[in-house]
């Protein structure tokens, strides 16, 4: 999943047009490279947070901390890449990627369980999941749907081989089905969301009030 996602991100992020990449308010408030920057520098986080965990160790002081608000910490990472170049930032990218799979590698199963505290450690909740949050704006800045609905396909075939936990690969194909039903693809929102409700069935309470799903209307319906 994380090498179809630095294939995506490489590919959406390479369709930017120089004038626009480093342009405020491009993106809600931020740029192309902001966008990028944090994608990146999340993924970093989380491999080092994997190997502090793998090793017993701390994390960094450095990084943003569990309990820190995550508004807080958007910004501190925003403002520490502020002032890199967009070549600078796409190196970083990268290099989060492979720091990230070589985290995971490097780890047991215990380390990668589905924690009680709900976190997935490298599997999605910075990694996959959270480009799936964000690349969709990029797609639809340069008109790269079809890029973006080829990775979302290939996630979806490795979800369904059924090697992630249950609640983890209905958390990811929830979040596709939402980007896919923001972009009008409603079929395969309604696909993707039967099956993250046969992963999570709490995910289905979650679907009624979610405006992300607001296109299919009243077709969802609260469980019993």
Same mark, same amino acid.
């Given at each position: 999943?994380?090498?179809?996602?630095?294939?995506?991100?490489?590919?959406?992020?390479?369709?930017?047009?120089?004038?626009?990449?480093?342009?405020?308010?491009?993106?809600?408030?931020?740029?192309?490279?902001?966008?990028?920057?944090?994608?990146?520098?999340?993924?970093?986080?989380?491999?080092?947070?994997?190997?502090?965990?793998?090793?017993?160790?701390?994390?960094?002081?450095?990084?943003?901390?569990?309990?820190?608000?995550?508004?807080?910490?958007?910004?501190?990472?925003?403002?520490?890449?502020?002032?890199?170049?967009?070549?600078?930032?796409?190196?970083?990218?990268?290099?989060?990627?492979?720091?990230?799979?070589?985290?995971?590698? %490097?780890?047991?199963?215990?380390?990668?369980?589905?924690?009680?505290?709900?976190?997935?450690?490298?599997?999605?909740?910075?990694?996959?999941?959270?480009?799936?949050?964000?690349?969709?704006?990029?797609?639809?800045?340069?008109?790269?749907?079809? %890029?973006?609905?080829?990775?979302?396909?290939?996630?979806?075939?490795?979800?369904?081989?059924?090697?992630?936990?249950? %609640?983890?690969?209905?958390?990811?194909?929830?979040?596709?089905?939402?980007?896919?039903?923001?972009?009008?693809?409603?079929?395969?929102?309604? %696909?993707?969301?039967?099956?993250?409700?046969?992963?999570?069935?709490?995910?289905?309470?979650?679907?009624?009030?979610?405006?992300?799903?607001?296109?299919?209307?009243?077709?969802?319906?609260?469980?019993?």
């Amino acid at each position: 999943m994380l090498g179809a996602m630095r294939d995506a991100e490489r590919d959406l992020f390479a369709m930017v047009p120089h004038a626009t990449r480093e342009t405020p308010g491009t993106i809600g408030d931020w740029s192309p490279k902001d966008v990028l920057a944090h994608l990146g520098a999340w993924r970093a986080v989380e491999a080092r947070r994997l190997e502090a965990r793998a090793s017993a160790d701390r994390p960094s002081p450095d990084d943003p901390s569990l309990d820190e608000p995550i508004d807080e910490s958007n910004a501190k990472l925003q403002a520490r890449d502020r002032d890199l170049s967009w070549e600078a930032v796409v190196v970083a990218a990268n290099a989060s990627v492979d720091a990230l799979i070589m985290a995971v590698d %490097r780890s047991s199963t215990d380390v990668l369980c589905e924690c009680d505290d709900g976190s997935v450690a490298g599997i999605g909740v910075n990694g996959v999941n959270h480009a799936v949050g964000h690349l969709p704006e990029i797609a639809d800045l340069v008109a790269g749907g079809v %890029r973006f609905d080829a990775f979302a396909r290939e996630i979806e075939a490795v979800l369904r081989a059924g090697h992630v936990p249950p %609640r983890d690969s209905g958390t990811i194909l929830y979040n596709i089905a939402c980007a896919q039903a923001l972009s009008g693809a409603l079929d395969d929102a309604r %696909r993707l969301l039967g099956a993250a409700f046969a992963r999570r069935h709490d995910l289905a309470d979650l679907a009624t009030h979610d405006p992300d799903l607001a296109a299919l209307g009243g077709e969802l319906s609260s469980p019993a």
